[in-house]
């Protein structure tokens, strides 16, 4: 079954408590990215990348870190976790689809609390 | 600056009723537009997309209508259904870019 995974589903920690959430992907998709997601504010890239070894900043960088070093697998890394980190965390995979769409195949989500 | 917009946070219709969620958008360069469904505790799931070049795309139930002079795409479901009860997403994406820009989501929930 094509499938995103997601670990843990479920987080709570403290500020400053180094964190990764890992994320696989068993479709040999060459392209995967990060989410955030806060009420009223919809979904937000964190980082991308674009294969093995390519990443790069999406449009809420700042605090997280990312690394590509198997095509599978993506994980999202706080160094030094915050408050204001606390939010709905989705990992995704893309393929092409019919007509060039950028159909994406997200993960269940992780829900981080940072007290 | 939010090029993705979907203005209506919440949207209530009843069972057997047509849904419109709308979306609305600012770059011209977007080409391609989808939604998303998304049900509490699970991820988003794709639903249906339209290339720029098109007007309109039905999926069963689901059509999507693309008005480029006005930037503006919606989702109608018909007719709706108690399952069709989550937060709809609106993307869109441009040309040599795998980025997809989010709207804000809408919450439809379909009474019986």
């Known amino acids: 079954e094509a499938q995103v995974t997601q670990n843990p589903r479920y987080l709570i920690t403290v500020t400053g408590k180094k964190l990764t959430v890992t994320c696989s992907q068993n479709m040999n998709h060459e392209y995967m990215s990060w989410y955030r997601q806060d009420p009223g504010l919809g979904l937000r890239q964190i980082y991308y990348s674009m294969n093995v070894e390519v990443t790069d900043k999406g449009d809420v960088p700042e605090g997280y870190k990312v690394s590509r070093k198997e095509k599978r697998n993506f994980p999202l890394i706080l160094e030094s976790p915050s408050p204001n980190q606390t939010s709905l965390y989705f990992c995704?995979?893309?393929?092409?689809?019919?007509?060039?769409?950028?159909?994406?195949?997200f993960g269940p989500g992780t829900r981080l609390t940072v007290t | 600056d939010q090029q993705v917009k979907q203005n209506s946070p919440s949207l209530s219709v009843q069972e057997g009723r047509i849904s419109i969620l709308n979306c609305d958008y600012t770059?011209?360069?977007?080409?391609?537009f989808l939604w998303y469904k998304k049900y509490p505790a699970e991820g988003p799931t794709f639903l249906i997309s339209i290339s720029s070049i098109k007007d309109k795309n039905e999926d069963g139930r689901f059509t999507v209508f693309l008005n480029k002079s006005a930037k503006h795409l919606s989702l109608h479901i018909v007719p709706s259904q108690p399952g069709d009860s989550a937060v709809y997403f609106c993307?869109?994406?441009?040309?040599?870019?795998?980025?997809?820009?989010f709207g804000q989501g809408t919450r439809l929930t379909i009474n019986p």
């Open positions: 770059n011209s360069m977007f080409d391609y």
């Open positions: 993307a869109a994406s441009s040309i040599g870019a795998q980025k997809l820009v």
């Open positions: 995704a995979s893309t393929t092409v689809g019919k007509g060039g769409a950028k159909e994406q195949y």
